[in-house]
């Protein structure tokens, strides 16, 4: 047989929102980059339901903008709706949601995709990882697709999402497909096993969407987005953002729900045994809800649009894995939902993804050099956190073809470093949301901050223009100079203060305060105490906000910084992966099955792994010193 | 979060728990000489402005009350066992000023050391053979696993369960915080801090009596309340001026709360006794009176330990008798005095007036030729330091580091309730919740590992 066989310098195995991310970056900084997908239609495709953010994955979405990817600005001009949650809460639990249109999200990402320069999508299925030996390693040199056809590469990424060896699952109906019935990749696992590569099984599950016409919106709660949205991309123009919104809709479940599906239990292939793949606990279909829950009378139904140009609507919360007679009768028992008519029925999914311990934190696969992967394949959930892993694998797997160290963000740095780092330091059985509750210096990282965080490492990549890093460079200087201002600027006993502290319910002056000083009283705030403030500048409100966050929370970020250096310092120490841990007889020897197994890059790291302990740290520091 | 540190203040009994004329508390770490001075006074000048490798007199002070006199040994990095700064404390032996001066170490912000760690720090900063590399994993790997286990095994079932259940009560409201903040659309945190308040009073509450009721910790802290009992003349007198004559450090008399009662504290070898009632004692021995039976019945109730006395040239009498039977289940050390001469009292006919002798020890004595009296201290560590375990450094020190924890997780919920009241956002309270949480685990050796995440989705129904 003759193979055609194409030079590229990049292979992306999979256009979702991993993939498109991957092969953006990548060609962004200059590389030859091939994308394959089972089908052009379904790039940047959400399977799932209709929305971009949430709580910490609305983090994830800055952090990703804020480095030069894509999804911030691809939902900028794909949302129909938009809310900033947590709002009343503190700063760093402010994330933003927005809902997608999710047929306008693909385009556009198709679009962007078509247009970039050094990107080549491909129609086909990737088979065959191919490899050879350089100096002594297994290294990446192709991939092989369905048709013979062999793509020269020098890096891959896999971002097979749930497309590995999936299969779908609606009570006793199996079908061997990807989600919404495109076909799935059933030859790439077996080459992975044979580069010895170790894949496990997990299961999501989604929702069903039904007819609008069907449903009774006078029987539901309406939900809108905010009156001022707060764009996702730090280079979006606000006033581009004000867009005509459309609501969503909440509903609930009662007794005669929960009865239906409690007859029907034993047709769930979950609670039948069918399914073997672990789901993840932050999305439990309707059944787990039910069972678990028992004693909650009923649990949120919404209901959300999935674009624009489509009568269908996506039914959050209730995913489902029963039959198809079962989800009828248990849909048609919720207010609103008495007639609905099912376009798509809900199903379960079960895929092939990796094994804990195989990956690094470049996202480079230990086993094979120049292989890397993203998103789903690595046990992650989610759109954002797959987007997130896809830009920092095409960013490595171009750093590696130019030979340049890895851009690695630690758990201080973004909560892209701590979604990383959790997906390669620990165990994690089922598929891995973020949480803000996951970032333990969350404090430091805000959504607000993202650009101040990590632009910079954005610009030092490449991947952000000279003209994006001026203007950056700007804003930054503004708050600088606007919280210098503030903090030296002070205001007198005088009456004029004192009367308009009396005003605030604020308690007078005996001495001289400082603005910055008077703006950390409970009742006080930036914008609140202008009128003695004669001053001030007009500033954006990007600005203000940072001057006001960074002075109102100053102890309690200054107390985080303190942890963050204590932090460092471990992560600073760098093990060696050519550490054989059974050779250091002083660690404990669970200790030395797990350092073996996960080989971690640095003391920090080799910490989190559960079932090292402290003492074990200690030895291993002893033993660092002594290989000095 | 907790994050592993590497030269942050540590502190530790460097010369042993054993009494001994001198003790040595030593610390070391960046900021330890800060520490110190927060607790010492010099006679001359403050310890910071002190040139390194230099020796000064002073006294530690717990707040306003004087603790002890020392002598501290300044020593600046880098040329120390350690390489950082040091600061070595030589005060009065014995464990309960050294533990006191430990945990006002620790109280003030140094962390008390594991076992190992200032070998480990001396070795890391390179002052120890890189040849010696093994010995020092090894003796890391051994200390740590015997301190774990001992650490864990002296705690009372009660305690332990108690430390259980009081984190269980937190993990489930810092989850609730959290499941709020990650999911806003099914968890509702706006009616939450009213009852998040009461519920960290509470938790507060509990850890409070933990503090104040925790076993050794309010021996140490306060004296085994001690009552001498015997009839007239058998050596009541003696034993008092033996004790109080005996002691080494510290001696007050304070007016009791009972009527007529005066309690003096005695450290008997780094043991705290506070004697009751010895105004009678010192009554009876001018005027001869007998001690009526009510009035022992009275000392009975009130003590933690009774020293009850017998005259072995008399032998056993009615009233001996009547005492002996009062003893039931109280912890008792029967002394039989006079031992001088000839034998009149067998142990087996003592045990034969008791209702109960699993805590009654006997021994023979004879204050006015000091012989079996220095025994008096060992049992009273026997009996009291710890019930099961034979008394060691190990489990002093672990009782100081537990109390420090219980502090720091006391000091934690209190910053909560401050927060709240200050209008802090849920998001950063809930850390202190979580620090709070942690430090209780390190009491019963049980890591927080992916606790709060495990807690949300086994108790809070959330996600699309």
Known sequence: MNNSIIETDICVIGAGHAGCEAALAAARLGFKVTIFTVSVESIAMMPCNPNIGGTSKGHLVRELDALGGEMGVNIDKSFIQSKMLNASKGPAVHSLRAQADKSVYTLNMRKVLENTEGITIKQGEVCEILTEEVDGVNTVCGVKIYTGTIYKCKAAIICSGTYLNSRCLCGESITYTGP????????????????????????????????????????????????????????????????????????YTNEETHKIIRANLDRSPIYAGIIEGTGPRYCPSIEDKVVKFADKERHQVFIEPEGLYTNEMYVGGMSSSMPEDVQIAMYHTVPGLENAVIVRNAY???????????????LELKKVSGLFSAGQFNGSSGYEEAAAQGLMAGINAARKLSDLDPVILTRSDAYIGVLIDDLVTLENNEPYRMMTSRAEYRLMLRQDNADLRLTKIGHDIGLISDERYEKFELKKQMIEDEIDRLKNTFVGANAKVQEFLKSMNSSPLKTAFSLADLMCRQELDYELIAPIDPDRKPLPSDVKEQVYIQIKYEGYIEKQLQQINHFKKL????????????????????????????????????????GVTPADISVLLVYLTQKK | ??????????????????????????????????????????????????????????????????????????????????????????????????????????????????????????????????????????????????????????????????????????????????????DPEHIDLDEYQETLVSKVKEIILRVDKLISSYDNGKIIKEGITTGIIGKPNVGKSSLLNYLVGHERAIVTDVAGTTRDTVEETVNL????????????????????????????????????????????????????????????????????????????????????????????????????????????????????????????????????????????????????????????????????????????????????????????????????
């Open chain 2, 269 to 464: 070898d780094g043991i705290l006794l506070k004697l009751i009632d010895t105004a009678g004692i010192r009554e009876s021995s001018d005027v001869v009176e007998a001690i009526g039976i009510n009035k022992a019945k009275e000392i009975y109730e009130n003590a933690d330990l009774i020293l009850l006395l017998l005259d072995n040239s008399v032998g056993i009498t009615e009233e001996d008798k009547k005492l002996l039977g009062l003893i039931n289940n109280k912890k008792a050390i029967i002394l039989i005095n006079k031992t001088d001469v000839d034998n009149k009292i067998e142990e087996s006919e003592i045990k034969s007036f008791l209702e109960d002798d699993n805590n009654v020890h006997i021994v023979e004595i004879s204050v006015k030729n000091n012989i079996g009296v220095d025994k008096i201290s060992n049992i009273i560590k026997e009996m009291f330091y710890n019930d099961e375990i034979k008394y060691n450094d190990e489990v002093c020190i672990s009782n100081v580091r537990h109390k420090t924890l219980l502090d720091e997780a006391k000091a934690h919920l209190e910053e909560v309730i401050n927060a709240v009241m200050d209008g802090v956002p849920e998001d950063i309270y809930s850390v202190d919740m979580y620090i709070s949480y942690a430090k209780l685990g390190e009491i019963i050796g049980m890591d927080t590992g992916e606790d709060v995440v495990n807690e949300i989705f086994s108790k809070f129904c959330m996600g699309k």
């Open chain 2, 1 to 182: 979060m907790d994050t592993y540190r590497l030269d942050d203040p540590i502190c530790a009994i460097s010369s042993g728990l054993a009494p001994s004329g001198i003790g040595i508390v030593r610390m070391s770490g960046e900021g330890c000489i800060d520490i110190a001075e927060k607790i010492i006074k010099l006679k001359n000048g403050k310890l910071s402005d002190k040139e390194s490798h230099t020796i000064h007199y002073g006294h530690i002070y717990d707040g306003d009350k004087m603790v002890d006199e020392i002598m501290v040994i300044l020593m600046r990095a880098p040329h120390t066992y350690t390489k950082e700064d040091v600061v070595e404390i030589n005060c009065h032996g014995g464990p309960y000023i050294m533990n006191k001066i430990l945990y006002l170490l620790a109280g003030n912000g140094a962390r008390i050391a594991d076992r190992g760690e200032f070998t480990k720090r001396a070795f890391l900063n390179g002052r120890i053979d890189l040849s010696k590399a093994e010995a020092v994993m090894d003796l890391i790997a051994s200390e740590s696993e015997y301190a774990a286990s001992n650490s864990i095994s002296q705690i009372e079932g009660s305690l332990y369960k108690e430390i259980v259940s009081i984190r269980e009560d937190l993990l489930y409201n810092i989850a609730y915080i959290e499941a709020g903040l990650d």
């Open chain 1, 180 to 251: 919404n019935g495109l076909q799935s990749a059933t030859h790439l696992g077996e080459s992975l096993t044979k580069l010895g590569i170790g894949l496990r099984r997990f299961k999501t599950g989604t929702p069903a969407r039904m007819d609008k016409r069907s449903l009774d919106f006078s029987k539901m709660e309406i939900q809108y987005g905010d009156e001022r949205v707060v764009p996702f991309s730090f280079t979006t123009d606000p006033e581009s953002v004000q867009i005509e919104q459309v609501p969503v809709y909440m509903t």
């Open chain 1, 571 to 610: 992560e600073n120490k760098k093990l060696s992966s050519d550490i054989d841990y059974n050779e250091i007889s002083s660690l404990r020897l669970e200790a030395r099955q797990k350092l073996n197994k996960f080989k971690p890059e640095n003391i920090g790291q080799a910490s989190r792994i559960s």
């Open chain 1, 348 to 362: 379960a999914i079960e895929y092939d993804c990796l094994c804990p311990g195989e990956l690094t934190l470049s």
